[in-house]
């Protein structure tokens, strides 16, 4: 059986990922699991500079899901390059750097160093809900997201991937900014803008009042908006929102996704990300499947 796939131009083992802000840099989870065994890694947010992120309290459980407002919280581009990355290349993974940034110059500069880099391509996060100056703006319009995206373009050979903002009215829109602007792929979808409060204090859980909800609970919008997206643009999708078991993996693949990532998922079990892997294979040898790519977006209608 097959269960490689080429997503963006970036070819990995088997389809599935650890998504960005959930993994770190793989230090942590290494001592867990193999990391050997995932097709790919999208580390944690990289900016040019570092970030201290938002205040505590940050992180909030609730019903199948949890908010968070990190607010992209890393120790820039630099550390990464010298201590991070050498790490990650003694792994038989793909490595996928998150960018991002608060202006399109910032994102421009970042990705110039990207570009010097021995990795397999970047994740630009246009789509961060919890960061005040920046990652909002720039990804809930056509205009926006393809005037960052050409940009970055421009001095970026490597495959690049444009990860989607929920928070819209029509998910196809900044997903065709992406293709025209020349993005390689998109991922989708981030986390949906959410809030929570305490009763008792009557004031928001979140120090930031507002978080990105992840988590089982936004899988059906998620499976929803990369069906629609498949269909609308010419690009593979990356897909990702609430999975944490290999039945979950494959319904992103029917729905039209080349390859999935895993979030949340890792929080609740750290070994999640290899139990889909495996289901992935269960579930090919169950329906004679021999290449994983053969049912990519064949979900059929009603």
Do not use: W
């Amino acid at each position: 059986m097959n269960t490689s796939v080429n997503l963006a131009g970036i070819q990995m083992k088997n389809p599935v990922t650890v998504a960005s802000g959930t993994f770190g840099y793989g230090r942590e989870f290494a001592e867990l699991i193999d990391l050997n065994k995932i097709g790919g890694i999208c580390t944690k947010g990289t900016s040019l500079k570092p970030r201290s992120g938002n205040k505590p309290p940050r992180v909030y459980e609730t019903t199948a899901g949890m908010l968070n407002a990190i607010g992209l919280q890393n120790p820039g581009v630099e550390y990464f390059m010298q201590n991070d990355l050498p790490y990650l290349k003694q792994f038989d993974t793909a490595i996928i750097v998150n960018a991002c940034g608060s202006s399109i110059d910032e994102y421009v500069e970042l990705a110039k160093v990207l570009n010097t880099l021995d990795i397999d391509g970047v994740e630009l996060n246009l789509s961060c809900p919890n960061v005040k100056a920046g990652c909002m703006a720039f990804g809930t319009t056509y205009e926006g997201v393809k005037e960052v995206t050409s940009q970055v373009r421009k001095v970026l050979d490597k495959p690049l991937i444009v990860k989607l903002t929920p928070n819209v009215t029509d998910i196809t829109a900044p997903a065709k900014g992406a293709e025209d602007a020349g993005a390689d792929g998109v991922s989708l979808i981030n986390t949906l803008l959410g809030m929570s409060i305490d009763i008792h204090t009557r004031r928001p859980h979140l120090a930031n009042n507002m978080g990105g909800l992840s988590g089982p609970a936004i899988k059906p919008v998620a499976v929803r908006m990369v069906y629609q997206v498949a269909h609308a643009v010419n690009i593979p999708v990356l897909g990702l929102g609430g999975i944490v078991t290999q039945d979950d993996a494959i319904e992103f693949i029917l729905a039209g996704a080349t390859a999935v990532s895993i979030g949340t998922g890792n929080f609740i079990t750290p070994d999640t990300c290899i139990k889909v892997v495996d289901g992935i294979t269960e579930y090919m040898k169950k329906y004679n499947i021999e290449d994983i790519n053969e049912i990519i977006g064949t979900v059929q209608m009603n």
